[in-house]
């Protein structure tokens, strides 16, 4: 069973920046795309952010770009999360999700049925 686990999140407040982070293991990251979903209390999982195996592709939704950032790096097994100017609307558990059948020039998928492997999710909330 791959285990991915994730950290970072906690109560802010809105306007406030968040870091996420989440671990793999080895064999598992080097092979795989790894994204962001959240969900919501009574609103689908949705996609947040994705990155390639090399990390020179990504992707976002459309309701984080420009604030979002997604980076991984690679001799760490670890991809993270950088969240800039915090909204209410942010508030949801934050899932890590690894693509291990990932093609290595491909870019990162964007719908979960992709991933192979979650995490348990960590919580943003934010408040106003």
């Known amino acids: 069973q791959v285990q991915l686990v994730e950290s970072g999140g906690r109560l802010v407040q809105t306007g406030d920046s968040l870091r996420l982070s989440c671990a793999a293991p080895g064999r598992t990251f080097s092979r795989s795309h790894m994204a962001w979903f959240r969900q919501a209390p009574g609103k689908e999982r949705e996609f947040v952010a994705g990155?390639?195996?090399?990390?020179?592709?990504?992707a976002y939704g459309d309701s984080v770009k420009g604030r979002f950032t997604i980076s991984r790096d690679n001799a760490k097994n670890m991809v993270y999360l950088q969240m800039n100017s915090l909204q209410g609307e942010d508030t949801a558990l934050y899932y890590c999700a690894a693509d291990a059948q990932a093609i290595l020039t491909s870019p990162p998928p964007t719908t979960s049925r992709n991933y192979d492997y979650w995490g348990q999710g960590t919580q943003v909330t934010v408040s106003s």
């Open positions: 990155i390639s195996r090399s990390g020179s592709l990504t």
